[in-house]
T-cell receptor, first 115, second 110 residues
Framework: DSGVTQTPKHLITATGQRVTLRCSPR?????VYWYQQSLDQGLQFLIQ???????AKGNILERFSAQQFPDLHSELNLSSLELGDSALYFC??????????????FGEGSRLTVL | ELKVEQNPLFLSMQEGKNYTIYCNYS?????LYWYRQDPGKSLESLFV?????AVKQEGRLMASLDTKARLSTLHITAAVHDLSATYFC??????????FGTGTSLTVIP
């Protein structure tokens, strides 16, 4: 158990709908990262937050948005869903800047299926 | 942008054999990570390499880092079926961003 909690674990929805994925980082971790992993694809970096502020954006679509709240949990909002958005969405956390090893700890992922 | 390349992408090996996975990255970084992912599962941290010449071993896996060559290797000794998984290397860049390789899908055949 990495200590990173993601909900829901599985989600099935229809095209055009909107969903919210939630992530609670490990206790004490200030940085949260979101990744998308499609079938047979590598990890696509979406966005990074540090202590409530956006720090970096990757290949995140305009239909997607995220935020990190004062209690450090994060939410990834996916709207106007398309079939191609079906994927495993991972949240990862780390201590953040200045940390010793700085490694990422991954949650179990949220599997999104768009029908 | 920092680029991370892994090879091979796919590796099928017999039990008992040795093999090495390579991870090259394009610009200077002070941290390199190896992760393991079982199908449909999360990524599990295997090794954290923090300095040039660092070598870490856990069971049949050994990872090393050459920062001058911008190269890390993951060596598998006497492979067993339980090692079948996808292995990712990742490099930490500026702004605490992480850049992942494409992954190496390892299948160990009895």
């Amino acid at each position: 158990d990495s200590g990173v909690t993601q909900t829901p674990k599985h989600l099935i929805t229809a095209t055009g709908q909107r969903v919210t994925l939630r992530c609670s980082p490990r206790s004490g971790d200030l940085s949260v990262y979101w990744y998308q992993q499609s079938l047979d694809q590598g990890l696509q970096f979406l966005i990074q937050y540090y202590n409530g502020e956006e720090r970096a954006k990757g290949n995140i679509l305009e239909r997607f948005s995220a935020q990190q709240f004062p209690d450090l949990h994060s939410e990834l909002n996916l709207s106007s869903l398309e079939l191609g958005d079906s994927a495993l969405y991972f949240c990862a956390s780390s201590q953040g800047q200045g940390a010793n090893t700085g490694e990422l700890f991954f949650g179990e992922g949220s599997r999104l299926t768009v029908l | 942008e920092l680029k991370v390349e892994q090879n091979p992408l796919f590796l099928s090996m017999q039990e008992g054999k040795n093999y090495t996975i390579y991870c090259n990255y394009s610009t200077t970084s002070d941290r390199l990570y190896w992760y393991r992912q079982d199908p449909g599962k999360s990524l599990e941290s295997l090794f954290v390499l923090l300095s040039n010449g660092a070598v870490k071993q856990e069971g049949r896996l050994m990872a090393s880092l050459d920062t001058k060559a911008r190269l890390s290797t993951l060596h598998i000794t006497a492979a067993v079926h339980d090692l079948s998984a996808t292995y990712f290397c990742a490099v930490r860049g500026t702004g605490n961003q992480f850049y992942f390789g494409t992954g190496t899908s390892l299948t160990v055949i009895p």
